[in-house]
């Protein structure tokens, strides 16, 4: 447990300044670790970002990582009053939330990271997984504001999920659930980078949809503009595609399409399982908009079991999109460290 | 709200009698509303029935099944001291736990149960899904003894689920969550009774394992044994099936192996998104043991997202399987009714 006192009175680089802020403005830094780069923010209780910054992440190197979090911690806490640091982090953290079990892009493996953070840093730390924290902060604060069940989908580069439940995150057994970019929805399908076949992360995800747009390219007829793209600068980026589903390209709109559907598919399925009153799209794809939600609610509707026979959820994009990750782990940190100093929430 | 008064003092046919028991061996009435019978208990604080009754269904009667759970209750409380009924019936109930949505064998529609029953019987009701009350059965007194996460699939004719999380039910967001024979396992499958296709009820299912027992007797060779039961029978059924699978008929052991690997695979997408400690396995077909479990972990372990990455789950047989629902439904509404009057659960 952490030594309340040690919190509440918590300086970092305070000492000797005179820039007290007063008790009513405690903020919590969230740190969301990614595998390009390092985002932090220092985060007031209403989830308004009051500091932010960024670095780039040295994938290979554990040690960089800890030591680019630690300070980067130190700065944003350096002349205010901080009551908790979250850190969210992709891949598997346990149900303790100390022990990173395995992060994909990063070489953690058991990482005691709690652990090392709280052996450096005069604050509570709370360790989470990366797509928990931003579907907690769109709960708390964004798409999902008073809702209490709510299924989020993060589509980056891969698939991330988090799932609330009755007002609180659903962890699992293990602490690994809502790892929805696994679900599997085609027996023997593409290989994942998880080491299974046929997660919907290929089918769902960012990398997904830069397949179909290049399959799209290939064949002429709405892929010329697409194929006309990928020539010009050598190949087909989310950028890219992204700029022509703006401008209305059947092409580019067409990936996206087939991405939403796999998606609707997904979520009829996630359905009958979790029956959340609220799906909410996150990620870079989701700026998509409606372009987005729209096949994938066509797709629900024609995949949903028992379609007619119980209520059924909203489709929403996340609001917070960017900075979700970094509200959420600040967010989620500020109440485990009032939990275990005893305070209310 | 129930009155506390009513639920403690309750007495039934009671009036006149002197067989009142001691306090402390008040007990609740679990009912267990099934396509072909409805059976109820007279359950324990502990979990052990005392009493027990069935009577068949007539499915297309509503107001016939109310009339039986009522009678039903009144016999199991005479001369008892019963705090509580709990009534489960298959399909979805609301989140309110008030109204029967839809229940596939049975003619009920937004079907106000609760209301129906509270205005014919002095008990506080509770109403469940069937599958929720046999999976809260197992984790209060039978396999799940002692985990806080379990996942269980109930194997009859379809596909039941119940998921318990952090030591509570997982309603979601509709009281429709846990609805896991939905999950879809192949995309534009076989048809399923809820509309949609590809629905792991269509794969393990005591109805599936019937269908692949036939296709086996169509092929010959280590299907001999099933053709000639078929033929003797005029068909099989899960009595036939289960008895030469007892007797470890290759042919029959195949389907149930196939059955097996479908639902192993299912629980290995079901890991990515719960994550539980521990998967049962109740039903008819779940007396197998062994031979189902055996192929569902080997599915698990092939399919499992990530593997070797996070602990891995149990996977158990059923305990209680016959008693289950009742057991279950009794426990549900003796937690119920305590609440709603403020007492300690």
Redesign the interface.
Known sequence: MADPCRIAGYSGRLEGTAELVSSNTVHAIGIDIGGTKIAGALVSEGGEIVAEERVATQAGDSQAIIDAVVSMVERLAAGREVEAAGVAAP??I?ADQSTV??TPNISW?NEPLREHLLARLELDITIDNDANAAGWAEFSFGAGRG????TMLTIGTGVG?A?V?RGGL??????????????????DGLP?G????G?IEQYGSGRALLRMANEIADVGGIGLALADARREHGELDGELVGGLIATGDPGAVRALEQLGHWLG?AC???S???????FVFGGGVAVAGDLLLDPVREAYRQ?????G???E?DFMIAELVNNAGVVGAADLARIHARARRGAPE
């Open positions: 891949g598997f346990d079990y395995y493996r809702v209490a069940d709510m999920g799932i439940t659903f962890r699992g057994g293990f602490g690994a659930g809502a790892e929805l970019g696994h679900l599997r929805v085609v027996p994942c998880c080491g299974a076949r997660c598919q009829a399925s996630l009958a399982v979790l029956d959340p009153q609220l995949h949903l079991p028992a379609k026979y119980h209520p959820p």
